[in-house]
């Protein structure tokens, strides 16, 4: 069975600070993660995948994420956080041998000046 | 630039009043999808094609159809609309390769007020 894990349903950042975003996942196959993010009613755009290659995986807009089976995490971060940064942010696995797209419920980051 | 496109981007209905949507895409990916996002909430698989084959999800109500004429186009129908449908639908697609999914590209979304 598959499941993913946002720990923290909100973050709150300042302006020029790093920001990490949670994400621990369950997966019976070798996953397939993804962060996308999603701004106020638009849709979800792709920051970046990890499909069992490089284990950090860099995104757009400066973000990266660390593959760590170990620790089954996908945590998602950025050195130095802008305004524009703030929205919602899902993160997804998907499974081969079988698919099934599973969301996490989301994290939603805020930006203070 | 390829794209997913969704129309239109807002939407009314009336209660019990059947409502279609529409997802066009020219990324020629052989796998769409249609989601629906409530508030705050992440996106909720209803349905896929993959190719022409339809792959309902178990919890979808009757209440949602689809229909995928060919590759690039892809409706949702409502054939009666309750206040708890009111959401936005998301269309996404993606290339699949045997039983590999590969990431999804969102379109905009449809915003469905039900009143």
């Known amino acids: 069975a598959q499941s993913v894990t946002q720990l923290d349903s ?10 990490l975003l949670r ?13 996308y993010v999603q701004h106020p009613n638009k849709g979800l755009q792709l920051l970046l995948k990890y499909t069992s290659a490089a284990t950090l995986v860099k995104g757009i807009n400066g973000f990266e994420a660390e593959f760590k089976k170990s620790e089954t995490s996908f945590h998602l971060t950025k050195p130095s956080a802008h305004m524009s940064d703030a929205a919602e942010y899902f993160c997804v696995v998907t499974g081969t041998g079988g698919f099934k797209t599973i969301f ?7 930006v203070k000046a | 630039d390829a794209m997913v496109i ?32 409530k508030s705050s909430q992440a996106p909720k698989l209803l349905f896929h094609y993959y190719d022409k084959d339809f792959n309902n999800e178990a919890d979808t109500p009757d209440n949602f159809q689809s229909r995928r004429p060919n590759t690039s186009f892809c409706f949702l129908d409502i054939r009666s609309p309750g206040l708890g449908d009111a959401a936005m639908y998301l269309c996404a697609t993606s290339s699949g390769e045997g039983v590999s999914y590969n990431e ?12």
């Open chain 1, 104 to 110: 996490g419920a989301g994290t939603r980051l805020f």
């Open chain 2, 104 to 115: 999804q590209f969102f379109g905009p979304g449809t915003r469905l007020t039900v009143l």
């Open chain 1, 23 to 35: 994400c621990n996942y369950s997966s019976s196959y070798s996953p397939s993660l993804f962060w």
């Open chain 2, 6 to 37: 969704q129309n239109p981007r807002y939407q009314v209905t009336q209660f019990g009043k059947p409502v279609t949507l529409s997802c066009s895409q020219t990324l020629n990916h052989n796998v769409m999808y249609w989601y629906q996002q």
């Open chain 1, 10 to 19: 909100h973050v709150s950042v300042s302006e020029g600070t790093p920001v």
